[in-house]
């Protein structure tokens, strides 16, 4: 079928990378807004703006939290019948089912405390199962008072699963869409450099004046090249994240048996209750066993806060607390463990020390996760998914540049497309992140279903943007530059300087307060980044029209011949 | 494109995402069963084959489109699966025996 090996890798590189690399665009550009999705959230809800705190005392602040939650009623409407047994008896009243696990987690980043409880089923049709039904809420663990949990966490609840899901939920299509994706990458990173053989030339060359053709593949290679490490490790890393659950799921498929005795296994050697005695015992101080918890870290010379503490078989006799440690200092996630008999506070099991492959693991899926406190590495996972995103950007420009002429003589609509798709992939995609910004804004904060305002914004701004180069795409069908790339620049320029804008009126929290008089970095790190965004915008809009200009006058260059593109 | 034909691009592409998904599936099933029955612990054995599983997945995938023959792709890639997913239950079944 391919003449030659290198043919076939370059077929490969060119056709699949096109096709996913749409995908893979939503999920470097996404993914390096995740590294920063916490500040995004403080920037779109302007109450929980204040510093991190730690975890709060459990007995102060959290148990009369937990006392107020409630089973979520639409998970209570779909799931009751399903688990219940009416054979048995009556249905439990919502309100009135029983508790029977509660859980808290912060990071180093978080203003606000996550918390939830998994509410117990009584009468249930299968006694084994584990029949949850769950209840979430958002505290200030500063006095214990619920947040409102009806707005969109922009940052953590959009951006963040865009990256890996698309927000695609629908039978789980999109993880598997971004791992296709994702494999792709790894693929066209080897085919990349299989297709080019002079890679160590590539580090340094980059030849802005000459043939924009040329320099496009010099800044392809280039950005694929110098992050060639970064690009390979989250790919890898982020489809290792998945494998276990969605991609190769072995032990929940045909090894099931084979992990359920490793599970018995396990539970015996940990000697943590798997079932509830049925016995009601009280609780011990959990503020004594996280200060215990934080003891013992101590002692194995690894100090540092509680980052996720869990209550399980509340107030029964076999109920414990785990209590693990905030896994900001390190890169790899480790929990370290902590489980204390809940009646007694007495200490049932520490984590043992892991195994050589566990702290791989660990290591490898910590790097991608970043949970850790430290900026620099943080900006450069920014700088590395930038570079994704130019190296993909460049290869559909690469790809519409070496096909425009020759589909221009031929009437072959292709390249029309492609451009038009990129358009829609870039700038497209930028003017969807900042318009939803624009929403959060311009929508009073008390509307009902705001997050779901927000979302339409989202997706009906990217609909637009690719409308609007479908409409515009013209001139590319006689070889010259879609004015729909220029302007959509305009278009995300003022929507960030709009979302500046908007914010400083309608929070007060203005440039000039967030940095030099009162500073809070996370909202005026968003101001900065949107300020910084339209500048590039506009750089990038005025250098499209001098093209444009140019391209009528002058007929643009024969595509560079050095590489064997199919 | 030119020398590259439809059909045979579509098989080829089919081979390598949905034949090489099931061959490294095999590949982790087989493998992760093999650790265990030699006493490694289930999840480190499990970690370990994934890590490996989708390397191999990218070496097949990029196979597909470098071997010869298409029906020699589809040779190893589906008799492969069959063979792997096969091993991993009979394994598994000496294991917990």
Known sequence: MFASFRLSMAWLHTWFGLVLGYVLMACFFFGALSVFDREIDRWALPETRFAPQPMPSFDAVLAPAFARLEADPAEYAANISAMHDAAKGPQTPRLELPADEYWAYTTHRDPVLAIGAGFRVPLPKDEEDHNHIHGNATIDPRTGDFVRSDQLRIGSQWFYPMHYSLNWNWKNLGIFTVGLAALVMLAALVTGVIMHRKFFREFFTFRPDRHSQRSLLDLHNLSGVVALPFHFFFAFTGLLIFAGTYYFPVSQFQLKPLHDRHEVIEARETGLPHERAGIPATLASVDAMMAEARRRWAARDMAGEVGFLQLHHFGDANGYVSIYRAGSDRVALVGEGMHFKASTGELLHEDPPRTAVAETNEFLTGLHLQHFEHWLLRWLYVLGGLLGCVCIATGFLFFVGKRKQQHARAGDPGSRWVDALAVTAVTGMVIAAVGMLVANRLLPADLAGKGDWEKLAFWGLWVLALLHALVRSAPVAQARINPAWREQCWMLASLAVAAVMLNAITTGDHLIKTVFTDPYWPVAGVDLILLATAAVAVWAARKLARRERIGVTMKSPQPAAEVAHV | ?97
């Not at chain 2, 089919?14 to 590949?27: D, E, M, P, T």
């Not at chain 2, 084959?49 to 597909?64: D, I, P, R």
């Open chain 2, 1 to 97: 494109m030119s020398p590259a034909r439809t059909p045979c691009v579509a098989l080829r592409s089919l081979a390598a995402i949905i034949g090489g998904w099931a061959f490294s599936w095999g590949f982790v099933a087989c493998g992760t069963a093999a650790l265990a029955g030699l006493g490694v612990e289930f999840h480190d054995a499990e970690i370990s084959l994934l890590m490996l599983g989708l390397l191999v997945f990218l070496g097949v995938f990029l196979w597909s489109f470098a071997a010869r023959s298409v029906s020699r792709v589809f040779a190893v890639l589906v008799g492969g699966a069959l063979f792997f997913n096969g091993a991993a239950v009979l394994l598994q079944r000496a294991i917990l025996s």
